[in-house]
């Protein structure tokens, strides 16, 4: 009888602790921008409890620079960043493994001041235009494709172009001196709440250029391998994703929750401001399939190689296979 209790017990405590086991939680560590808008949904994520809901544990681990997110993937500091399906494609091409899964289809605009005589792409003829990014961004190249195509303008040859970073030429075209400028889509929504208005917008411009829909070129970015490897917590993450969007898309409450993080480090920050990134941020929520966006991304592909050659694309003449992550890649 005693050795029958005691075989019980065992029994009971090996399941206890195998149902902990399960129970334990899959830590998930993602490095971003710590004023990037992405940390807007993974705030949103764990003050929900929305990646405990999907078994997961959230490590948000701020970062400095874009560079400090690539540098932590690559040195497996971090699981998850935010980066865009062009930098995963030339990866891939050099023999690397990360994929891409949408976070957003929202992309920049070319803004001018109030009042200004500038009404189409032709009047930037002669004037000076600001390039956040460099001369290899990839909205500008898209932009020089479409003016191309539809105007016969080059952009690089037709203005005087003043590459410097988002905030810096926000300040210049607010001072007047610059003519116009070609932001990503948190500054240029700065801009329209002083007053700017858009020329062009790239969700315009990507659909000339033979795109079906809106393209989604920001995501989360991780390695394969790590997905085989820990299948079950990102697909948990992506799940938690989905769900901070959700909320995002439809609660206001929310919204007035973030405000003050969204303020954050932002002198300038007005109740315009919130509500045109509020407004931004929903119009691109993604809600195209993976193969929708993947058949885009493939003709946008081409352009880039075309004008920024290998050294925007890396060797790769085509995107890589495998860019786009798919629930059934492992």
Known sequence: MRSCLLAFLLCAIAGAATGNAAETPSKVKIGVLKFGTVSWALDTIQANGLDKAEGIELDIVPLASTQATTVGLHGRSVDIIASDWLWVSRERSSGGNFTFSPFTTALGSIMVPPNSPIKTLADLKGKKLGVAGGPLDKSWLLIVAYSLRTAKLDLRTETRQ?????????????QGQIDAVLNFWPYAARLEAEGFTQLIGLEEVVRELG???EVSMVGYVFSEDW???????????????AKADDLLATSN????????LMAENDPTF???TFEAL???????????SVAENEADAKVLYQ????????KLVGPGTELAPGTFWREDTP
């Open 253 to 260: 409450e929310e919204w007035d929750r973030l405000k003050p």
């Open 278 to 288: 509020r407004r931004r941020y929903r119009e691109g929520i993604p809600e195209r």
């Open 211 to 213: 795109a079906k829909g």
């Open 270 to 272: 007005t109740e315009a």
């Open 303 to 310: 352009f880039l190689r075309e004008l920024g050659g290998e």
């Open 227 to 241: 997905a085989k490897q820990n299948l079950a917590g990102v697909q948990g993450f992506l799940r938690a994703a």
């Open 162 to 174: 003043e590459y410097g970073a988002p905030p810096l030429l926000n300040e210049r075209a607010k």
